[in-house]
């Protein structure tokens, strides 16, 4: 059983740039999560997606955007990259029971140069 | 504001003990509580949750503890294998119903053979 897929795995952009980085959930589940991990650091929450629509959102600023699709997979844009913006990109999915242990991907690590 | 944070950055042990590791979360309206660890180059992965209505969960080689007086949450993990070593972390769902969960900066844990 495929967990939570994450593509691609590392990515080199510009300052100033957009990008893309996808997620598809573990099979069952309807709910995803996407957040930020810095260096030595937690993960940030950066927005969650349900039912195609965006359900809760984190202290990011607008040039986090996302999208979800029918099939539950989900998008992640972030336009105008910054230097800051150079992180792991960790995606996690569940059924949509907020009791449930949420299922993380191995991310996309982010170099923004 | 919301934040979770862990008493100590490392934790050294020798295989075969068992480790303790510490969080003390910071909202009281925090129902549920979720212990991952971190292997370098991967994403976070599941080790054991625990909701407010119980002081203490236990899996296999693991038990969390929770004492909702002091707003404190312990991961024990029973003869630390060399496998063990990683970055953990707790994490609480705030007071959210929605599953953004809130991490710490995480412990390192290190086993000495």
């Known amino acids: 059983d495929a967990g939570v897929t994450q593509s691609p795995t590392h990515l080199i952009k510009t300052r100033g740039q957009q990008v893309t980085l996808r997620c598809s959930p573990k099979?069952?589940?309807?709910?995803v999560s996407w957040y930020q991990q810095a260096l030595g650091q937690g993960p940030q929450f950066i927005f969650q997606?349900?039912?195609?629509?965006?359900?809760q959102r984190g202290n990011f600023p607008d040039r986090f955007s996302g999208h979800q699709f029918p099939n539950y997979s989900s998008e992640l844009n972030v336009n105008a990259l910054l230097l800051g913006d150079s992180a792991l990109y960790l995606c996690?999915?569940?059924?949509?029971?907020?009791?449930?242990?949420?299922?993380f991907g191995s991310g996309t690590r982010l170099t923004v140069v | 504001g919301e934040s979770v944070g862990l008493h100590l950055p490392t934790l050294s042990v020798q295989e075969g003990d068992n480790s303790i590791i510490n969080c003390a979360y910071s909202?009281?309206?925090?129902?549920?509580f979720i212990w991952y660890k971190q292997e370098s180059g991967k994403g976070p992965q599941f080790i054991i949750d625990?909701?407010?209505?119980?002081d203490k969960r236990q899996g296999q080689r693991v038990t969390v503890l929770l004492n909702k007086t002091v707003k404190h949450l312990s991961l024990q993990i029973a003869a630390t294998q060399p496998g063990d070593s990683a970055v953990y972390f707790c994490?609480?769902?705030?007071?959210?119903?929605?599953?953004?969960?809130?991490f710490g900066q995480g412990t390192t844990l290190q086993v000495k053979p």
């Open positions: 996690a999915s569940n059924a949509g029971t907020v009791y449930e242990g949420y299922t």
């Open positions: 099979s069952g589940h309807d709910t």
């Open positions: 997606y349900y039912e195609e629509e965006e359900r």
């Open positions: 909202n009281s309206a925090s129902d549920y």
């Open positions: 625990i909701r407010s209505n119980m």
């Open positions: 994490a609480e769902n705030g007071s959210s119903n929605t599953g953004k969960l809130i």
